[in-house]
């Protein structure tokens, strides 16, 4: 049986990398360092990064990176791809450097997402310091946060991740843009792998032309959130949902657009989840207050 982890972090591709660096120091009060080849690394914890960043002719997601436990982990997860159909790619010396990893391979989703898959992170455990002295960022086993990915061929991406990686069903919901009878449902499922974060990756029946819905950076108090909305305001970034408390994973948060196109929930009260016993269910409103993303269409 396959076991993935955690989401370990996620690549986000720029035309301005500038642009980045002072997004995330002064708005989410991440660290920066140089990375590779004139790219970008975020670090929210005692690992080199969590967000990477580098320099391309797009600014979009790049890739969702995943983690196992180790080498024998690594190549149970790759020989499962290989005999599910699915091209796996080695990568290079290069890029598994750049990542910080012992071992590093990469695929395409049936929706055309790029993963990363790695073992042995890489990291001298340097202390974390904010700029802006954000206190800290939910990590350690939950992972970096999570990712929600566009998944125009649903069915198949869901089995990669299900029947193949064996990522588990968290919730549903299915969404309608208007009243229209004739527009069809859009499924979410959020999913959960290795670790009680109640979802670390959600597929989205949808395009979406960044690459990514948006990925989620969580806090440890509710004042942590308020100072990151203040600092959104103060330097321009663009609101895409206003605060509220999502129905699923209780996360009190609000939504901001990075500078590569996709958007960024930064949150706080996330649930951690027994998944034995979890039950399943699907969920007809986003959240029991707040989060108006009409906001984001302005």
């Known amino acids: 049986m396959v076991k993935i982890d955690a989401l370990a972090y996620v690549v986000a591709e720029s035309t301005d990398v500038p642009k980045w660096k002072h997004f995330a120091e002064q708005v989410l009060g991440t660290a920066t360092a140089e990375a590779p080849d004139g790219g970008l690394y975020l670090k929210i914890d005692e690992r080199r990064f969590r967000l990477a ?55 395409k989703d049936p929706s055309g997402n790029r993963h990363e898959l790695s073992w042995g992170h890489i990291t001298d455990f340097a202390r974390f310091t904010s700029p802006v002295g954000v206190e800290a960022f939910i990590t350690g086993e939950q992972g ?53 974060r109640h979802h670390s990756l959600a597929l989205f029946e949808m395009p979406i032309p960044s690459g990514c819905v948006h990925i989620m950076l969580e806090v440890p108090g509710m004042d942590e959130v308020g100072r990151a909305y203040d600092r959104m305001l103060k330097h321009g ?52 207050w707040g989060h108006d993303f009409s906001v984001g269409f302005k």
Request: aromatic share 14%; charged share 20%.
């Open 53 to 107: 960043v580098v320099k391309g002719k797009e600014d979009r997601y790049f890739a969702s990176g995943w983690e196992v436990a180790n080498g024998d982990a690594y190549a149970a997860a790759l020989a499962a791809l290989n005999k599910a159909g699915v091209e796996v790619r080695t990568a290079s010396d290069a890029e598994r450097a750049a990542r910080c990893v012992q071992e590093l391979a990469w695929f």
């Open 144 to 196: 970096m946060g999570h990712t929600v990915l566009p998944a125009v061929q649903f069915d198949q991406t869901w089995a990669l991740f299900h029947d193949v990686l064996g990522f588990g069903l968290s919730d549903i919901f299915r969404h309608k843009f208007t009243p229209d009878p004739n527009e069809p449902v859009k499924r979410i499922y959020f999913t959960h792998c290795g670790n009680p």
């Open 237 to 288: 970034a663009k609101l895409m949902a206003t605060l509220g408390r999502h129905v699923n994973d209780r996360m009190t948060s609000f939504y901001m657009n990075t500078p590569s196109n996709f958007a960024l929930e930064y949150g706080y009260g996330g649930l951690t989840v027994d998944w034995d016993k979890h039950q399943a269910f699907e969920s007809s409103a986003v959240s029991l």
